[in-house]
């Protein structure tokens, strides 16, 4: 653990600037490449629709661009809040996903990195400002121009077009912003690393977790079962906190040395100031002052969840009387998001994952809001129908 900013992670390729000429006015796209591809896809058309069929138009690819033959997209809670217009105005339709794992089918001229057949992956990133100081940096999640995520975002570089996620058998993505994924993992698997993965690795490496360290996760569902399977990896020790008996057992099934029952006050009492770092990804409501107590000195809690409504005020006091840190953190970068699939590799980690077919999404969303899932649902791709021949979008 290294307490106060630790090192950003070295960046694997750098993220080279592009010229005007690079951007491509939306009535040209079709002319200066090619026609599109039509892809079949799942996605909703109005905040109450649901999921239907959709056919989706896929760029042909531009110089720089990857087209993926997507084989397995997980499913993400922000999915849900997405699709079905919680989280502000939506652009409909609208195809969700950005836990994307597939093939690569063709490549643009100017790609030398990737070949057809290769395995990779795409996450909540398509393409960002590439120039800003944050994006310099390798942390394009923070662009100061704004990130350009997989689903529902205007595309700038690509005629404003809204981009469209993974519930789909294609996709083409500028090669800046696709993965490699490692062979000899299971690629269903794979995929939710590219959202709970990244976002639970990230603040664990920002803050340099090490053999020893004493890692604190709040919260059992997608993002804290990766929380206590990548610290395990990292070598911590890794105490789960959570509100349901139910959870215990599964909490050290997927490996947490110890399990705290939040709503036991002495279990709570008798955890103080034992844990380095907290990983949050509870996004409903809480307080977080009795966690805090939880902390070292220099400890940190990082919250990884977005509540819809206000949380209970936090008590400087707490933060004050240990130097703790109060924290977010945001998906992750590209090269990042790389070392976190190299990492996984390595460690032999993957997501638990429980297999849907297009029809079974709806019934698969109403089980995420339930909390019914263990630990994330992934659809696999063979199971959409083919496109339509006119694009719904
Ligand atoms: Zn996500
Ligand atoms: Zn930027």
């Known amino acids: 653990m290294t307490p106060g900013r630790p090192v950003p992670p070295p960046l694997g390729k750098p993220l080279l600037p592009i010229d005007e000429t690079d951007v491509v006015p939306s009535p040209t796209l079709a002319a200066a490449y090619g026609t599109p591809t039509l892809a079949a896809a799942y996605g909703a058309t109005s905040a109450d629709s649901g999921l239907v069929p959709l056919t989706v138009a896929r760029r ?38 950005h836990e994307i794992v597939g093939r690569v089918r063709k490549v643009g001229s100017a790609v030398d990195d990737f070949a057809p057949g290769d395995l990779v992956g795409v996450g909540c990133l398509v393409d960002s400002c590439r120039e800003c100081g944050s994006c310099l940096e390798g942390l394009e999640q923070y662009c100061e121009r704004g990130n350009v995520g997989t689903y529902g975002v205007k595309d700038g570089r690509n005629g404003d077009a809204v981009t469209q996620g993974g519930y789909s058998t294609s996709v083409v993505v500028d090669r800046r912003f696709v993965l490699r994924v490692p062979e000899g993992l299971d690629p269903a698997a794979v995929a939710p690393l590219l959202c709970a993965g990244i976002t639970t690795y990230s603040p664990l490496r920002y803050f340099d977790v090490e053999e020893g360290d004493v890692v604190g996760v709040v919260g059992l569902g997608g993002l804290g079962h990766m929380a206590v399977k990548i610290a395990k990896a990292m070598g911590a020790h890794v105490v789960v906190f959570t509100t349901s008996d139910a959870k215990i057992e599964a909490a050290t099934e997927l490996g947490a040395d110890q399990v705290i029952l939040s709503k036991d006050p002495e279990a709570m009492e008798g955890a103080n100031r034992t844990i380095d770092v907290i990983i949050d990804t509870v996004a409903a409501p809480h307080d977080l002052n009795p966690y805090f107590r939880t902390l070292r000195l220099d400890g940190a809690l990082f919250q990884l969840g977005l509540p819809s409504t206000d949380m209970p005020p936090v008590s400087p006091g707490a933060l004050i009387r240990r130097r703790l840190a109060y924290a977010g953190s945001l998906i992750g970068g590209i090269a990042e998001t790389q070392e976190m699939l190299d990492f996984c590799a390595e460690h032999g980690v993957v997501s638990d994952i429980e297999m849907v077919t297009a029809r079974q999404l709806n019934a698969a969303y109403d089980r995420m809001v339930a909390g019914d899932v263990k630990y994330r649902f992934v659809l696999d791709t063979k199971t959409l129908q083919t496109p339509s021949e006119k694009a719904d979008v």
Do not use: M, N
Request: with cysteine; glycine share 10%; hydrophobic share 30%.
């Open 60 to 97: 042909a690819p531009k110089e720089d661009d990857v087209e993926i033959e997507i084989d397995f997209c997980g499913l993400c809670h922000s999915d849900v809040h997405a699709t079905r217009g919680e989280w502000g105005a939506q652009s409909y339709p609208l195809v969700p996903g």
